[in-house]
């Protein structure tokens, strides 16, 4: 597997990272485990979780995986979002909850460290010295050891970094950010400044939250099941729009042509930009993770880069004005 160095810093970590945001609920353990077990067997040794996924149970069930070979692993854990306590301070990037978040998280995965904490979410309604001082503590008692972002803007980034020098600790390493074929707008700013300031970038959700499998067809009702069958809140108000249907068949036609599905073109696609070291793969089953993985047998070139271009112009969404509501 084609390993890649995580940003500035001396991480390597594998082309795909395996996401367990639905280990807990929708993945049971003994499901979740078959996944771990074929990452580990494939080579994989990049692992993402967060406190909040399945209300904790993700980082248990991820804890209980890598035990016997956790030094293996580049494990990744994320803070900031509410989990089980409901009180007015547990969310958000103010000290008390991020102190407590990263305690938390250790205690679940029953670690001394995770070697990535990301702040999952920027919160505009704390300064960022006080989240900065938050990460030097967590930093400076070996609880993690490399920090970085995710859902943050290209200015918030470059407040960070200024803020982090002025701290004396290490700059971010890693930026998460919502990337894929069907929302180019990261492009603009956010994939500008990591590259400036040397962070990784591992998108997330390259199949657009399911659209780009191709699964949805456009005027017609999503198959049961799925995320959109469900009325799962983040596509509904996200990449289900008749637009993104549209293109997504488009794509569809164009990766069976040569071979391969659309979901290999859509992983392919984000892993063909220079700026991107890794991209999150987040399986509900063993299947769609070995799908995941059966997109780094195919290639890239200049005539897929170039039907993506067509149809969604770079640095915007599949629909022009489109503006997501959970990220202002």
């Not at 007015?88 to 103010?94: I, R």
């Not at 900065?132 to 490399?146: F, H, I, P, R, T």
């Amino acid at each position: 597997m084609d390993m890649r160095k995580l940003g500035r810093s001396g991480l390597t970590v594998s082309p795909i990272c395996l996401g367990t945001m639905m280990f807990g609920e929708q993945t049971d353990e003994k499901e979740a485990r078959r996944i771990v077990d074929h990452a580990r067997e494939a080579g994989v040794n990049f692992i993402d979780t967060a406190d909040q996924y399945g209300r904790g149970k993700s980082e248990q069930i991820i804890g209980r995986a890598i035990a016997k070979d956790r030094d293996t692993w580049v494990l990744a854990t994320k803070a900031g979002n509410p989990v089980n306590d409901t009180h007015a301070n547990a969310q958000g990037l103010g000290r008390k909850w991020l102190l407590k978040a990263i305690d938390d998280s250790l205690a679940r995965l029953q670690l001394d460290y995770v070697d990535i904490w990301y702040l999952h979410l920027d919160d505009y309604s704390t300064p960022l010295e006080e989240a900065v001082s938050a990460v030097a503590d967590v930093l400076g008692q070996g609880k993690a050891l490399y920090w970085g972002v995710s859902n943050f803007r290209g200015w918030r980034i470059a407040e960070l970094v200024r803020l982090a020098g002025e701290a004396g600790i290490d700059r971010p390493i890693v930026c998460q950010p919502y990337y894929n074929a069907m929302n180019r707008m990261p492009e603009v700013e956010i994939l500008p400044a990591c590259e400036y300031y040397g962070l990784g970038v591992v998108p997330y959700s390259p199949l657009a939250r399911g659209v780009l499998t191709g699964k949805y067809l456009p005027g017609k009702a999503p198959p049961k099941g799925s995320r959109a069958g469900r009325k799962d809140q983040r596509i509904m108000e996200s990449e289900f729009r008749e637009e993104s249907l549209v293109i997504a068949q488009k794509i569809k036609t164009h990766a069976e042509a040569k071979g391969m599905t659309a979901a290999d073109f859509a992983v392919n696609w984000v892993l063909a930009n220079p700026i991107i070291t890794s991209v999150l793969a987040g399986p509900r089953t063993l299947e769609q993770w070995k799908a995941y993985l059966g997109a780094l047998d195919h290639g890239f070139d200049e005539a897929d880069e170039a039907l993506l271009d067509s149809l969604v112009a770079p640095g915007h969404p599949s629909t022009p004005g489109y503006s997501d509501p959970r990220y202002p």
